[in-house]
């Protein structure tokens, strides 16, 4: 069984920098793998992904050695989730867990039987992981609660005592709707950040590791030091947007080049 | 018949900011879209694009208003010249044009009789231009010949006097090579600038229309000072790159997160 | 924020010209486009179209410039609901609403909190729209639950009440089949018809929308007739057997080419 | 080895119904195929199709009994000629077909030697006709030189000599430019239509089948009467774009719906 | 209504040899319909496959007359269910019913009322089947709800019993786990085997077909001596598998080539 | 620079086992990949392949530490040639070499000024080799000729002694045609076999590494008797084929099941 390398960071101690797919293509993907994230996450619910493109996109990641495959699914849909796993993601990002059912049936769908009712038929995951896959998958692939809701943040106690659920995951942008505050990749309104400091804690005093979205580094450096232990930076086409609009916006500024003409 | 932005650019004595494509999704082509660029060039020859992607990837590039779409082909090849401009290309930067016979064959698969040979039946350059197109293509559609090894400079005034020949293009990793020198996307080799000098000033000469491709902002804004009317940026595969090398290098650095573990 | 066309022409008490997507192609989508509809629905349901041709298909509509791309998902199933609206679909068209607690589900799938509960990350949705989405989504959004069986019309006033409902869809096939006639897509058998008419009164009562599949042009001016404000004419896969049909009906009649030989 | 249903018709002195396939979906080709059609062209020159769509479109035309599937190719190329007749083409289209050279180098891609120089491994086209592909391939196979310029008309007979030529296509458009003639669908201009009794002439005497692109059933029955015994009808984009804009004329006209409101 | 040869063979008292694809590529779904399967069932639980791919495969599998296209889906979920009917799929097969209503929601969703809730819309459905789709659907297309935990093989009876169940199928994997055992795709453990007989008895009482997963043919046999009406050998990805690693086995062993050198 | 593994095996004095991929899937090509060839070839020529499919296919093998990827291509044609080795082919296998200038354009596509007229812009091939490729790749890059046909054997010094070839393959189906003897995957005809052992022994006198196409493992063994250094197995699509029919063949043998029923 290949080693998880998310798992492992954290047996270290250490926080995952983890980056984020929302651009359907299996050439992105291996353009973005070889930055050296410890994990990336093929992003099935606001990324323009389907299931089909994530399979392309797992084999691009597993051209590189030590890069983690992570998927967040649409929704808490059964089929989509078994279907990912199936397809070598090591690990499942669900999101608007609000309630502890809820909750248990995630974590359910990432297990076979006792611990879940995974329905057992990896194909890829057994390509990439090796022939032990069922004796150690249950211990491998991490179940990712997105904790994203005020709901969810008062039932936290209940959802974060689920047996199996190895980590959650923050989306401060719902957070901060569901709290009536615009929403934000990199949020500084008091009443979310509090929210994201009772989360991370819950957390700690469970045992489960915690994850965050993140606008920007400075903000996913301030998330590790509240204790997160998995920050996404900005998604690949956040990333070529920013890095395109920043060229163009370089050659147009400053007695640069105006679009329909002007000479630098 | 819809007017060619880059035409119009130059019209006005401006210099084009091109965009570049070699990642072959329609999604990151919107997304590349979303910066302003003057025009967009899906890369058939050094991008992972094949036809089919290329399709899309203009369908993408005409959901915004002002960008031209243009197109790199893998080599001096009627076939795919022609699909391209078709499929709504307005204009053609064709690798290795080193002869005047060559250059010659570029220019004729891409207009209609009497002044080419290309074929008429134009498709989604229809719906892109309007139902005048075959009335008005053969004055909008581009021809970019790329100029880029010693042998084409040697024979530059032979190659830039060929009637219908719009532009020429630099690709200056290839020129560099033909002199022996190292490739690079910002050459400051003496050897391989002089060439470039060359190149723009026989342009100019003939009334040509000269472009580029740099590997920098600072190298785009140098080349239009020395005379250049269109230079490309970066392609989207290395802007992405790019922008995610350097947010994970900025996470790790000072005391930051190391893979496989260590806190920040 | 971009407007939404169909809103739009409600405003002014118009009815809505709505073309139908089966053809899982780009291409077929920006043909269609070219035909002036004022809006363009991907079907998911019946069509053969899935999520990932579904986001080519918008880019496609996303070409022109007045037509609004709407879709129709599979089922009441809140990832594909919200993956559609993300990729930047208007409006939602969602099958076998037959229920208040089904419309409840489906229209809070639609809405951001507090109105809802869609989660928040558009993308494509963004760039169709500008960079003020968020602020605005919730009324430009358009939710249209179909009413299509004899349940949902006996429970019609309360489906019809549900907050934030903007409009209901009648298919005429089903809505037949539930009263146990034959499916038509110009259905002329009174049960069905008088169906149709406490539908449409109904979506007056409560100021809600009505719209309706249609098999037939002559059909879609009779139901604009019966208070209707939106008609579905064929999908573009039964234009193009339509045409096909006719075209080699019409070369083998009348002394024609038979299938196999004969001279004309 | 599956009888080839062009040759069959032609064996009986009738004319072949052909249909276009210019959009790359599998899904509308085999709704095409759904009309009887006696053959069926995917169109890889001026169609936006590619090699690896026309093989689902292949596929979808082999769902039904008697039509048979041809390519027309961007050019007269061996690489995409040999391809599209080992993934099953029964025939090949060849454009700007203009001397007797041309004319050999495109008959030899279509045969194996010592009939020409196709190299040997066909996969689908063993699926699709049986074992004994290899025996009856080159009798079987249909080679259509494209006479579609005035200097092709000049060298007819030398073109027309070539053995193993089975048959030769005019394209009305580019036969019309060449002569100076704006192109049409359905030319009347009498120097195009000259040109055409010269072709169809020509190809009688030397025993050569003779097909044409017709814009109209009108014309498609002319050219039967003129000799031809292959005429093919509008491409399927054609097709569909004719009969939406047909419906939506429809709604809009005689007090119908306005775009933007005004009420039937 | 083309004939559903599956009910065919059983009402001929015949078993059905059925393939299994888990490739998602209509050319390798093409490929396997050449050896003379009854059935080929394309898988989207296990498999590679997503929706979209499997309609290329189903119009493959159409290219061959004699072969019943069938369809395993990810879960119980009526969109996908009734988006692989519309596309052609004559039969369902479902995995982990493990009760009376699990099985009610899922042989509804196969049927039109007022046997089911299945909508209506049949696109490729009715290019496959022909016009009278409608008419016999109901009675041609196959529900086969898997039989694959300790819990359903307790509640079989009543599971067996729901009206319109037409057949059963037996996944041995997840049966053999959820009784405590690893699992085998040629399961010898008596606990499991026990399990098989006491569904397969079932079935038989029932007077529903029984179906099962072999994992060679061997074993497929064997469960047809037990009275197994369907047996479903390896999928695709594992015959590859198979051939290749034998292909490569025989070419090292026996003093032959070892990777990395070393002559035979 | 990543060590090319055909090179270290020629190194070593071994031969190299490679498969072949013809199905135009990246998933069938990582499930090849699993069976431990030393290279894997990606045929666009006779295989089902376009350039977009053998991107996902070079991925797949990547995602495999010690398998190198090579292609072959459809055509002596530069742009496909390039593509590919842009894209990752360690090696390019060039159909249908039958002179010394043939030779020498093929070879001079695979290389970097002064050795050929390679283009320069490696994308994918960078990612997989590391960023010294322009270094290294001249020394790396495997350029295979195809002698194929009795005219390329009767010119055979001519065209081993190309500066720059590394390496011929043998197509003996193509070969055994051109000297009139029907095509065989094992040939055992005199003729044809006094042609390989010509060729063999040419490609020895010149330093070339010789490989050949081979139907069977025996028929490989015996290759390698004779002093090939590199021989390809069947293609997947013969691969999985074979399985296939092997097992229906085993289920329908002595008294097993026949199609359209009659028990086992």
Same mark, same amino acid.
Request: charged residues 15%; proline residues 6%.
């Given at each position: 069984?290949?080693?998880?390398?998310?798992?492992?960071?954290?047996?270290?101690?250490?926080?995952?920098?983890?980056?984020?797919?929302?651009?359907?293509s299996s050439?992105?993907?291996?353009? =973005?793998?070889?930055?050296?994230?410890?994990?990336?996450?093929?992003?099935?619910?606001?990324?323009?992904?389907?299931?089909?493109?994530? !399979?392309?996109?797992?084999?691009?990641?597993?051209?590189?050695?030590?890069?983690?495959?992570?998927?967040?699914?649409?929704?808490?849909? /059964?089929?989509?989730?078994?279907?990912?796993?199936?397809?070598?993601?090591?690990?499942?990002? &669900?999101? =608007?867990?609000?309630?502890?059912?809820? &909750?248990?049936?995630? @974590?359910?769908? &990432?297990?076979?039987?006792?611990?879940?009712y995974r329905?057992?038929?990896?194909?890829?995951?057994?390509?990439?992981?090796?022939? *032990?896959?069922?004796?150690?998958?249950?211990?491998?692939?991490?179940?990712? #609660? =997105?904790?994203?809701?005020?709901?969810?943040?008062?039932?936290?106690?209940?959802?974060?005592? @689920?047996?199996?659920? *190895?980590?959650?995951?923050?989306?401060?942008? *719902?957070?901060?709707?569901?709290y009536g505050?615009? /929403?934000?990749?990199?949020?500084?309104?008091?009443? !979310?950040?509090?929210?994201?400091?009772?989360?991370?804690? +819950?957390?700690?005093?469970?045992?489960?590791?915690?994850?965050?979205? &993140?606008?920007?580094? #400075?903000?996913?450096?301030?998330?590790?030091?509240?204790?997160?232990?998995?920050?996404?930076?900005?998604?690949?086409?956040?990333?070529?947007?920013?890095?395109?609009?920043?060229?163009?916006?370089? =050659?147009?500024?400053?007695?640069?080049?105006?679009?329909?003409? +002007?000479?630098?």
């Amino acid at each position: 069984m290949r080693e998880n390398n998310v798992r492992n960071i954290w047996a270290k101690g250490g926080a995952v920098i983890n980056g984020w797919l929302g651009i359907p293509s299996s050439v992105a993907a291996e353009n =973005m793998a070889q930055a050296g994230w410890d994990s990336l996450t093929a992003d099935l619910q606001h990324g323009l992904v389907d299931y089909q493109a994530a !399979v392309g996109m797992f084999q691009a990641i597993s051209t590189v050695p030590n890069t983690t495959p992570l998927a967040r699914v649409p929704w808490l849909e /059964p089929g989509i989730i078994m279907k990912l796993l199936d397809a070598g993601a090591m690990g499942i990002i &669900c999101p =608007m867990i609000n309630s502890r059912p809820e &909750c248990e049936a995630f @974590v359910g769908a &990432c297990r076979y039987h006792p611990k879940g009712y995974r329905s057992f038929g990896p194909t890829r995951a057994l390509w990439y992981n090796g022939g *032990d896959y069922y004796k150690h998958s249950n211990d491998s692939v991490i179940a990712f #609660a =997105m904790i994203e809701t005020k709901k969810a943040v008062e039932d936290l106690d209940n959802i974060l005592s @689920v047996p199996g659920l *190895d980590a959650i995951y923050v989306g401060p942008a *719902d957070l901060a709707i569901t709290y009536g505050v615009e /929403p934000s990749g990199t949020p500084d309104n008091p009443i !979310v950040v509090d929210a994201i400091k009772q989360i991370v804690a +819950g957390a700690r005093k469970h045992k489960v590791a915690a994850g965050i979205h &993140c606008g920007s580094t #400075a903000f996913a450096k301030q998330m590790i030091g509240l204790g997160f232990q998995f920050v996404t930076l900005m998604a690949d086409n956040a990333l070529l947007a920013g890095a395109a609009k920043s060229a163009v916006g370089d =050659m147009r500024q400053g007695g640069g080049v105006k679009p329909g003409g +002007g000479l630098y």
